[in-house]
């Protein structure tokens, strides 16, 4: 069986997250600036592809070497095994990117790799004009880090964050892949209610629920890596059908959301019918203020605003502070609220059990954890 370099990509701060999930997809892995790394085959690549919830993009790895001239960089690109994955037609546009590096020059770079490949593929293939490139798209980047050069090709194509599922947003939608990790980052369990008080499109409720009834988060669409013929069709039908095995339709779920802006609730329902999940998820016009619940041991999960627009501060931070006067006395629920104003503790008047520093998008942001009281011991025999 042929072992593939994989790389699942992460954004900063959720490294761990990506690498669990892969450990519990059965793979191996070890994790180096934003890129988590694992061997598998060619189902391994379609399985990561489907399942990976935080990752950002899976990548093939087909070489890595040290490059501190063009005449290096061509000839080390040149000596990899390019034929193996790309055939005559292939269409293979070159990225890059030069950190620390004395190859700085990115677009020299990307040209560098594209004739080194060119060249290899031409001798391969015993072609003497030009490649036509209108085959199957196999996106190379280069990625120059202190001189270390990294070749990869995208298996993704649109980023794994685009699940197919959200048809509207609002103005400040969260990425799939952070929602999905923010879910991930609870204590929550299918069986316990779950709440996000700012829903705005729905994306962290349509994460929980497909987290709750373990539905693979790639399953409405496609990937690029599908078009290539090392990947047989066969796989991507057993990767398919595995996940729809394992997926648990039946697992009653007690999710909600809820937004002030009617309009955000009506998207929100829309894109939860699109991701499959029809009525699933309660959704409903509400002010945080106005929260209340009568269930117990729940989990909330919050992306307010941050009041980072000029003039929002001074009422976003007022909301904060009643916020506070509803959730905390909550003592039984778990609580996390992800925001970038630094003054949140003592705006909602409790300290968090424990922070995380997250990016949303370029936001720098702090994940704020008040983790509720645990359920009494119920008799066990
Ligand atoms: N995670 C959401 C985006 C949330 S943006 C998504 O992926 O789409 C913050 C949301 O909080 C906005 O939709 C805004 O309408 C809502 N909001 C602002 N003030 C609120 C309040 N006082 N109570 C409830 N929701 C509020």
Redesign the pocket.
């Known amino acids: 069986m042929t072992k593939y370099d994989i790389i699942a990509t992460s954004a900063m701060g959720l490294e761990a997250v990506v690498a669990k999930e892969v450990r519990e997809l059965g793979y191996d892995c070890t994790v180096e600036n934003g890129r988590i790394s694992f061997k598998g085959d060619a189902l391994a690549i379609a399985r990561a592809n489907l399942w990976l919830r935080s990752a950002d993009r899976i990548r093939i790895k087909v070489g890595e070497f040290k490059a501190f001239s063009f005449d290096e960089l061509f000839e080390k690109t040149k000596a990899l095994p390019w034929e193996e994955y790309l055939p005559e037609n292939a269409e293979f546009p070159v990225q890059g990117k030069s950190v620390k590096s004395k190859l700085f020059s990115v677009s020299d770079s990307q040209a560098i790799v594209k004739k080194a490949i060119v060249d290899k593929l031409k001798t391969h293939y015993k072609k003497t004009g030009w490649l036509e490139e209108n085959g199957p798209l196999y996106k190379i980047e280069v990625s120059l880090h202190k001189d270390v050069a990294l070749l990869t090709i995208d298996a993704s194509g649109s980023g794994l964050h685009k699940r197919g599922y ?1 048809t509207g ?8 892949t952070l ?1 999905a990790a923010l879910v991930m980052l609870t204590n929550w369990h299918p069986d316990k209610p779950f709440v ?9 409720p349509i994460e929980a629920a497909l987290i709750g009834q373990n539905i693979a988060p790639g399953f409405n669409r496609e990937f690029v890596s599908e078009a290539w013929h090392w990947i047989p069709e066969k796989i991507w039908d057993e990767a398919r059908i595995e996940a729809e095995d394992l997926a648990k339709y039946d697992q009653p779920l007690d999710i909600s959301g ?4 009617h309009r ?1 609730v009506k ?2 329902e829309e894109n939860a019918f699109e991701a499959g999940l029809g009525d699933l998820i309660q959704f409903k016009q ?6 209340t619940t009568s269930k117990e041991y729940g989990v909330l999960v ?4 941050y009041g980072e627009r000029l003039g929002d501060k001074a009422a ?1 931070q007022k ?1 904060y502070e ?2 506070g006067k509803v959730l905390v006395p909550l003592d039984t629920w778990s609580i996390y609220i992800l925001t970038s104003d630094e003054e949140f503790e003592k705006l909602y008047g409790k300290e968090a059990t424990k922070k995380r520093k997250l990016f949303n998008g370029f936001i720098k942001t702090d994940y704020y954890q008040y983790w509720g009281k645990r359920p009494p011991r119920t008799d066990r025999v």
């Open positions: 959200r947003q609002g103005e400040a939608p969260i990425k799939e929602a996000d008080p700012f829903c705005g499109s729905g994306t962290i809820s937004d002030i802006d955000m998207i929100a509400m002010r945080i203020q106005d929260f919050g992306n307010p605003p976003v909301m009643e916020m």
